[in-house]
T-cell receptor, first 112, second 113 residues
Framework: DAKTTQPPSMDCAEGRAANLPCNHS???????VYWYRQIHSQGPQYIIH???NNETNEMASLIITEDRKSSTLILPHATLRDTAVYYC?????????????FGKGTRLHILP | KAGVTQTPRYLIKTRGQQVTLSCSPI?????VSWYQQTPGQGLQFLFE???????NKGNFPGRFSGRQFSNSRSEMNVSTLELGDSALYLC????????????FGPGTRLLVL
């Protein structure tokens, strides 16, 4: 089973910030939080990952709570092309014996 | 760099047949993972290969198998196809320097009739 819980769907107006929540209350100390997204009919695309500090890259920002039991992916200025299913995943970053388990994800609709 | 490529992109088979799907990872990537995606079950991990060795395996029957070649290209095989094997099969590769980040191919859409 996936170790994360996400809302099944969310709407966001174009140009606004999209904030996608994820709960991972059973996360272990050495597990990272990863975010991927899948645009219709394409393979998943890596977005960002983090351990306990907030992270930012050219695509998004990742905010992880101090207790690491939840996180939020922020798309600062959402566009129609950001419409996709967003997956939040936890896994150990360097231990190669674990496997990535995808949950159901959040279907994000960007509204014009 | 070219991304992960998968062939064929689309495939139609009938029950009982077998199928082989191919994946070429990003140049320099030695780890290849396979996933099955269906509307009902979502994305499910099949197996992972590194340096021609299967390193991890998901909960799929023995009809699903794979292998990796010395050039890191990988194939997966499904024997005795069932209707429920209809799915999008995705391949992902990762590098030694960033093993935690996977790059996915476009997938092979398999339809079993």
């Amino acid at each position: 089973d996936a170790k994360t819980t996400q809302p099944p769907s969310m709407d966001c107006a174009e140009g606004r910030a999209a904030n996608l929540p994820c709960n991972h209350s059973t996360i272990s100390g050495n597990e990272y939080v990863y975010w991927y997204r899948q645009i219709h009919s394409q393979g998943p695309q890596y977005i960002i990952h983090g351990l306990k500090n907030n992270e930012t890259n050219e695509m998004a920002s990742l905010i992880i709570t101090e207790d690491r039991k939840s996180s939020t992916l922020i798309l600062p200025h959402a566009t129609l092309r950001d419409t996709a299913v967003y997956y939040c995943i936890v896994r150990v970053g360097v231990n190669r014996d674990d496997k990535i388990i995808f949950g159901k994800g959040t279907r994000l609709h960007i509204l014009p | 760099k070219a991304g992960v490529t998968q062939t064929p992109r689309y495939l139609i088979k009938t029950r009982g047949q077998q199928v082989t799907l191919s994946c070429s990872p990003i140049s320099g990537h030695r780890s290849v993972s396979w996933y099955q995606q269906t509307p009902g079950q979502g994305l499910q991990f099949l197996f992972e290969y590194f340096s021609e060795t299967q390193r991890n395996k998901g909960n799929f029957p023995g009809r699903f198998s794979g292998r990796q070649f010395s050039n890191s290209r990988s194939e997966m095989n499904v024997s005795t196809l069932e209707l429920g094997d209809s799915a999008l099969y995705l391949c992902a590769s990762s590098s030694r320097t960033r093993p935690e980040t996977q790059y996915f191919g476009p997938g092979t859409r398999l339809l079993v009739l």
